[in-house]
């Protein structure tokens, strides 16, 4: 690849890790996981703040408000583990 760098390949670089071409069908996946990723937790915030609109109590609202987080972060986690997957095995 010539020209600009992508923020993974600069990532790597500065990790000093190797960057290797992503096949078409990788970049396809790469994509389709972030698809899914986005679609996960934005049905897991409209779940919480159905609740949060529901709750009167501060308290329960807090921990609410910190399960989603934890929920969108574990999501996140997820699909970064399966996008290392799919980068290394071509």
Do not use: C, H
Not at 53 to 74: G, H, L, V
């Amino acid at each position: 690849m010539s020209g600009m760098k992508n923020a993974y390949e600069l990532a790597m670089e500065r990790l000093g890790g190797e960057s290797a071409e992503l096949s078409d069908g990788q970049k396809k996946a790469l994509a389709e996981i972030n698809s899914k990723m986005k679609a996960k937790v934005a049905e897991t915030e409209i779940m919480f703040d159905q609740q949060l609109a529901n709750e009167t109590d501060p308290a329960k609202a807090a921990f609410i408000q910190q399960t989603r987080q934890a929920q969108a972060a574990k999501i996140k986690a997820n699909a970064e583990e399966e996008k290392e997957d799919v980068r290394r095995n071509p």
